[in-house]
């Protein structure tokens, strides 16, 4: 019989982890720079990152109803690459495996697979196909459709989920060309596999077709136009199906390698099939990034989108979102990360609005080529026209990024 607890079993193992980690990074390998694998024609590259993130605000509530706990993630990766110069084969599998602290319910165990082909038939045609499978979960909240009107959130079981994606693009002219042509389709399945009777309204299929032109401008920009046809089906919620058409206009450019940028705009059409109701509204997105040293690094990104509701409120919804950020390599060693966002999501045929605002700040200082400690601090603050839906987050973690 085993006479220790879930949780006394896991501070073993947690200790244990740490025991292997300190008389790894005190061995002798320490000095070494492992070769890459080569697996046949493959070059193979396994990672692992262990970190530990302590929340204030796991569940996302209301000030004075707040749940903190300790979650400790460890994600294995292996990627595998083939390129013969004229078909490039690519595949990664990630393993996600959280454990909470003193919560009930919410440890978990995600999974990603990732295949791509891409075949360059010669100088002006690229032909890509790409199919992923992943195993994963929605972080519980207040917010969540499976518990609502439940009175401790932590006992109810995780929305799993299970999620394939199929696409395949064309592109037509060289990197360097005048004139670029680029068709693509991609297909997405997304089904739950627990609280069914609350998460079937969730479940989706979406299909996608996209056709973009560019003309070179120049010899360092380039003028766009792009159209995308997105058909969202819902396989128990039939009301919220949709079809949204965007066409976007857009220019980007490069100015002495110090200033880049990519700025789309343009017009979207959300027509909601089996309701009379449809809305306009303008879209796009833009990155612009400056770089006055080489070390340090600017971005400022925008975005503004139509987007499946994840909580089954409203139709559809509306969100844009604007953020800052400033990287830099103080020196070969560490680095640094700061960023500011919001975010804003307007829930289309429902009355309500939020707007979250996100700061975070990270370190990261390489001890060797192959291995790397970061920390992190993020901070969330969410302001709901439903008050009791506004809350505010603050994260602080740990990290170990190991690769050969």
Do not use: C
């Given at each position: 019989m085993n006479f220790l607890s879930h949780d006394t079993r896991y501070r073993c193992l947690q200790a244990y982890s740490a025991s292997l980690l300190i008389a790894f990074l005190s061995s002798d390998l320490i000095?070494?720079?492992?070769?890459?694998?080569?697996?046949?024609?493959?070059?193979?590259?396994?990672?692992?990152?262990?970190?530990?993130?302590?929340?204030?605000?796991?569940?996302?509530?209301?000030?004075?109803?707040?749940?903190?706990?300790?979650?400790?993630?460890?994600?294995?990766?292996?990627?595998?690459?083939?390129?013969?110069?004229?078909?490039?084969?690519?595949?990664?599998?990630?393993?996600?495996?959280?454990?909470?602290?003193?919560?009930?319910?919410?440890?978990?165990?995600?999974?990603?697979?990732?295949?791509?082909?891409?075949?360059?038939?010669?100088?002006?045609?690229?032909?890509?196909?790409?199919?992923?499978?992943?195993?994963?979960?929605?972080?519980?909240?207040?917010?969540?459709?499976?518990?609502?009107?439940?009175?401790?959130?932590?006992?109810?079981?995780?929305?799993?989920?299970?999620?394939?994606?199929?696409?395949?693009?064309?592109?037509?002219?060289?990197?360097?060309?005048?004139?670029?042509?680029?068709?693509?389709?991609?297909?997405?399945?997304?089904?739950?596999?627990?609280?069914?009777?609350?998460?079937?309204?969730?479940?989706?299929?979406?299909?996608?077709?996209?056709?973009?032109?560019?003309?070179?401008?120049?010899?360092?920009?380039?003028?766009?136009?792009?159209?995308?046809?997105?058909?969202?089906?819902?396989?128990?919620?039939?009301?919220?199906?949709?079809?949204?058409?965007?066409?976007?206009?857009?220019f980007e450019w490069e100015a002495n390698e110090i200033v880049k940028g990519n700025v789309r705009v343009g017009r979207s059409k959300s027509d909601l099939v089996n309701d009379d109701g449809d809305t306009s509204s303008s879209v796009g997105e833009a990155s612009i990034t400056w770089s006055p040293v080489e070390y340090s690094v600017f971005t400022l990104s925008a975005n503004k989108s139509t987007q499946n509701t994840e909580n089954n409120i409203g139709s559809f919804v509306k969100r844009s979102n604007l953020s800052l950020g400033w990287a830099h390599q103080f020196s070969d060693k560490l680095t640094g990360e700061v960023s500011m966002g919001r975010q804003k999501d307007d829930f289309v045929n429902a009355n309500r609005q939020d707007t979250s605002n996100n700061t975070q700040l990270q370190l990261k200082y390489a001890f060797r080529r192959w291995l790397e400690v970061g920390m992190g601090i993020t901070r969330t603050e969410r302001a709901s026209t439903d008050a009791s839906l506004d809350y505010d987050n603050n994260k602080v973690v740990l990290s170990v990024n190991a690769s050969l």
């Open positions: 000095a070494q720079e492992a070769a890459a694998i080569y697996v046949g024609p493959f070059d193979v590259t396994p990672t692992l990152n262990i970190d530990v993130e302590n929340n204030d605000n796991v569940f996302s509530q209301s000030a004075g109803n707040e749940t903190s706990s300790t979650l400790t993630r460890f994600i294995p990766t292996i990627a595998a690459v083939a390129d013969d110069g004229v078909v490039r084969y690519s595949l990664a599998y990630q393993l996600e495996n959280g454990r909470y602290s003193g919560i009930n319910n919410n440890d978990y165990v995600d999974h990603k697979l990732d295949a791509k082909m891409d075949w360059r038939v010669d100088i002006r045609h690229l032909i890509e196909f790409g199919v992923s499978e992943s195993r994963g979960h929605d972080e519980r909240s207040v917010d969540s459709v499976s518990v609502n009107n439940v009175a401790d959130i932590s006992t109810t079981e995780l929305d799993k989920t299970k999620n394939r994606e199929l696409s395949a693009n064309y592109t037509f002219g060289s990197e360097g060309a005048r004139g670029r042509l680029i068709i693509g389709f991609k297909t997405n399945s997304l089904r739950y596999t627990t609280n069914q009777q609350l998460t079937n309204v969730l479940e989706s299929d979406t299909d996608t077709l996209n056709a973009s032109f560019s003309v070179g401008i120049g010899a360092s920009s380039r003028a766009t136009v792009e159209v995308v046809d997105t058909d969202n089906s819902f396989r128990a919620n039939a009301i919220n199906d949709r079809r949204d058409r965007r066409y976007l206009i857009g």
